[in-house]
């Protein structure tokens, strides 16, 4: 492997993914060392799987061989906070915890919550995660304003800029947002930035039947009120809560909590959040799935997985995440065939050993995966990065 | 700029009767007499005479154009109302262009999940129209929104005034069905908030109709807010407006909308539609505020407060719809009220950090005053968006040169302050020179090799957004990683 990458080791047990031990772990220190590593990649052939913290790995589908594993935690640099701009660019590596907390000593934050500690930023735009808030604020899609990539060829590219409004060539950006890395490497993300709420306020209702979420997700997205996240934890067929947060100005989160109580037939105001909130179901044993439907098809999604799994949905955004426990593989069948007809999809994003690998990992993609492999033909003819591991075994 | 040459073309000898046996006779033009109306778009300045319009009126007859496009090797450009302000829509002399503003059909509309099902020539204000009783809105809304077409708006990505706070088009669509140039259909996106596959929808807004042609969109519709507050303001200096916009961002206030005009607009817009803005100004703010009642409120009275600290020798609040109307007419008419005061102009869309606007500005009117020539300036001031618009004599020989150089010198001023040559108007065909500018060569490689994915042959709007076409093809080396059963769909990998 290149002298130039600042570091670089044989590749150990701890490194495997899937179970396959990668022969070598390229730690590039910069933008320029990832070019290098990336072009001796090239030259000699190398499949590659690029990663942050580790965190999102399952959320593909298991890698074949990989010969290096390029660990981009060393592109640790905040590289600009345009505070007045509402405008930061950060090196792929950089913690997104770490750099929330750099962005409120001036009252700012990137709004995005996907619940996963210690997640980079290149690792949340590669898996495209996201969390609760992305009812307000969106996804990465809507607030990535520039990337820079190396392409599996060592051919380091820039796409969008650092100014929001901007419409100056193809915004590679969003062909990047959750490829896993099957087109290349992320290095560098510049992201338009919000102002921290200085107060927030939520609302929780029990629930006697989970699917009464879908008719209170109704009334709220009916109503002038505009909650940040509106989440849902339940298992089906049995009790559930419902928990509506606002975040704004106090005088603001008070009256609208007020409003919901009112337009729910009660609930329980307070002005913190829950130790919980955002996470999903955790089961080592159970089949993990993202169910992404429009909202109205809650009911189709909740009567769809077997009774007693537990579920947390953003009732309002139509992301439900669910853990399947028992006979996983034709439960999760079931859901995708009650799925297709309201237009929804689920995504494998944990499984026990036993089943990962022999589950459909990414289910139905559409017409467009003819279009899909060409796309990843240009990018990475020879397919050497995350090969196999996205849709139609891209 | 008139290129007018016909090419030696026998494929179009030969598609023109397939066409014409496909879509009607009636709906396939090729009399120069007809042709003319469609040589330009919103940027008369360039004009080609296309060898064929086709005037689609079904998604069946935009699918059989192109797929008989692709068959002859014929290149086809897309079109809508003809609104866009970069050339994006300029025909090729030797192509087809394919008119869609005549497929004006909603198709669905859900008021549960709040979306909308359309056909490509709907007019942006009549799906706002549409909802309106459900209180819903769609949220894109450019200048031109009382004409543009949405699949206008799809391909250029359109913003607006109000997307300061919403977002752009790509924000707002769920879904397209795109014919690509070989005449193949896929369907991109859904009605769910996200699909597994690469977000080919998100790349395909924006590419300003080189990646195909989208025959049906489902956009997303927004709630409109409970409350709704417009202020005026008029400031003595470019330099304070500017500082009381810094103020209300760094005060953690997201308006709906931040515009600014300078004295030249001013004048220009009181001419024209009467608005009413404070005499003797040298810049104006229009505030915009929505929301829930009690944040609104608050952050209104914040707002007063910041740009009256700033100097702000006149605070104008919209009591009701018809004056925020008001306000906004003066804005909104601005670029062609600049027709009453100059007999011509050039319109530019530039973006820079909103941090240097007060600087910005002050370095277009050294440039401006060094060509001797006059620049309005127009611009959503919240977002860092400027439309500086250049004032020119057609009749003086030489002038629309200088301007044009002047209004081409701004741009790279933009670049050279980390913005970007366009913020709402697209590249197309007018800058996509200073794509080099802002762009590295291997930066437009990458760009373009999303292109070869969807239209190899380079048959979907040539000659726009790249300086210089890329010629698709394979790249030698060997594969790795996956099997070939897989890659040819015969086995799945999961």
């Known amino acids: 492997m290149p002298a130039s990458a600042s570091a670089t080791r044989p590749g150990a047990a701890a490194d495997a993914v899937d179970g396959q031990v990668p022969a070598t772990v390229a730690r590039p220190g910069s933008v320029e060392d990832t070019v290098d590593v990336l072009r001796e990649c090239a030259a000699e052939g190398r499949s590659v799987l690029p990663h942050g913290n580790r965190t999102k790995l399952d959320w593909a589908a298991p890698a074949g061989a990989v010969d290096v594993a390029l660990d981009l935690r060393g592109l640790d640099r905040v590289v600009d906070h345009a505070a007045g701009d509402l405008v930061v660019v950060a090196e792929a590596g950089v913690r997104l915890a770490d750099l929330q907390q750099q962005l409120a000593r001036s009252g700012q934050m990137l709004a995005l919550d996907p619940c996963e500690p210690g997640a980079t930023l290149g690792g949340i735009v590669s898996a495209n995660a996201s969390g609760p808030r992305r009812l307000r604020y969106g996804t990465a899609r809507d607030l990535l304003i520039g990337i820079t990539v190396v392409l599996p060829d060592g051919t380091r590219a820039v796409a969008g800029g650092r100014v929001v409004k901007n419409v100056a060539g193809y915004d590679l950006g969003k062909l990047f947002i959750g490829a896993h890395g099957s087109l290349g490497a992320v290095v560098t993300t510049t992201w338009r930035l919000h102002p921290l709420p200085r107060a927030l306020a939520t609302v929780t209702v029990e629930l006697d039947r989970a699917v009464d979420a879908a008719s209170c997700a109704r009334l709220l997205s009916h109503s002038p009120l505009t909650p940040t996240a509106v989440e849902l934890s339940a298992r089906t067929g049995a009790g559930a809560s419902l928990l509506v947060l606002f975040e704004s100005i106090p005088e603001s989160v008070a009256a609208q909590a007020e409003a919901a109580v009112a337009l729910l037939g009660g609930g329980a105001i307070t002005t913190e959040l829950p130790a919980d909130f955002g996470e999903r179901p955790v089961d080592p044993d159970a089949l993990g799935v993202r169910i992404a439907h429009p909202p109205k098809a809650l009911p189709v999604v909740l009567a769809a997985l077997p009774a007693g799994t537990e579920v947390r949905a953003s009732a309002c955004s139509g992301i439900t995440y669910a853990a399947i426990t028992g006979s996983a593989v034709a439960a999760l069948d079931r859901l995708r065939a009650a799925l297709g007809p309201v237009g929804g999809n689920a995504v494998v994003v944990a499984a026990p050993v036993d089943l990962r690998g022999q589950v459909d990992h990414w289910g139905p993609v559409g017409d467009s995966l003819p279009l899909m492999r060409r796309v990843k033909d240009e990018y990475d003819p020879q397919h050497r990065f995350a090969a196999g591991r996205f849709v139609g075994g891209i | ?494």
Not at chain 2, 1 to 23: G, I, K, T
Not at chain 2, 92 to 112: C, N, Q
Not at chain 2, 119 to 138: D, Y
Not at chain 2, 314 to 322: G, T
């Open chain 2, 1 to 494: 700029m008139q290129a007018d040459a016909r090419p030696a073309a026998p494929e179009l000898d030969r598609l023109v009767p397939r066409l014409r046996a496909s879509v009607g006779p009636s709906r396939v033009l090729t009399d120069p007499t007809q042709l003319r109306t469609y040589e330009c778009d919103g940027l008369t300045t360039f004009r080609v005479r296309p060898a064929v319009v086709v005037l689609a009126e079904s998604r069946e007859h935009v699918i059989e154009t192109v797929r008989l496009c692709a068959e002859h090797g014929v290149p086809f450009v897309a079109r809508g109302s003809g609104t866009g302000l970069s050339g994006g829509a300029l025909p090729t002399a030797d192509g087809v262009l394919l008119v869609l503003s005549r497929l004006r059909a909603v198709l669905d509309v859900d008021l549960d999940d709040a979306q909308i099902t359309v056909e490509p020539g709907v007019i942006n204000l009549q799906v706002t129209r549409e909802v309106a009783a459900a209180s819903l809105a769609f949220a894109p809304d450019p200048s031109s929104q009382q004409v543009c077409s949405i699949g206008g708006n799809v391909a250029e990505n359109s913003g607006g005034a109000h997307c300061l706070k919403y977002g752009f088009t790509v924000n707002h669509v769920l879904a397209a069905e795109v014919v690509l140039a070989d005449g193949e259909v896929v369907t991109l996106g859904g009605s769910a908030p996200e699909h597994p596959g690469y977000d080919l929808l998100g790349a395909f807004i924006g590419s300003e109709g080189t990646l195909g042609v989208a025959t049906r969109v489902t956009l997303r519709l927004i709630r409109t807010p409970e409350t709704v507050q417009t202020m005026l303001v008029g400031f003595h200096s470019i330099a304070a407006a500017g500082d009381a916009v810094s103020d209300i961002v760094a005060a953690g206030i997201v308006p709906a909308a931040i515009e600014m005009m300078d004295a030249l607009a001013i004048e220009a817009a009181e001419a024209a539609v009467h608005c009413g803005y404070p005499p003797g100004a040298a810049a104006v703010l229009v505030v915009e505020l929505d929301g829930p009642h009690a944040e609104v409120t608050h952050q209104f009275a914040e707002v007063e407060r910041l740009v009256a600290a700033r100097g702000a020798f006149a605070i104008r609040i919209a009591a009701d719809d018809e004056e925020r109307m008001t306000m906004w007419r003066g804005r909104k008419s601005a670029f062609a009220a600049v027709g009453r005061i100059s007999p011509a102009y050039f319109v530019q869309d530039g973006v820079i950090p909103r941090t240097q606007l007060a600087n910005v500005l002050d370095e277009i009117d050294r440039m401006a005053q060094a060509s001797g020539l006059r620049v309005a300036n127009v611009f959503h001031a919240g977002d860092g968006n400027l439309h500086p618009l250049v004032l020119f004599d057609d009749g003086v020989p030489g002038q629309a040169e200088v301007a044009e150089e002047l209004a081409g010198d701004i741009l790279d001023l933009c670049i050279d302050r980390g913005g970007s040559i366009t913020g709402e108007h697209g590249v197309g065909f007018e800058k996509k020179g200073k794509m080099a500018n802002q762009f590295s060569p291997d930066d437009l490689d990458a760009m373009q090799r999303l292109r070869c994915a969807f239209d190899p042959a380079g048959l979907a709007n040539p000659g726009k957004i790249f300086p210089t076409p890329r010629l698709c093809g394979e790249r030698p080396g060997p594969r790795t990683g996956e099997h070939p059963l897989s890659a040819a769909g015969i086995a799945e990998v999961f």
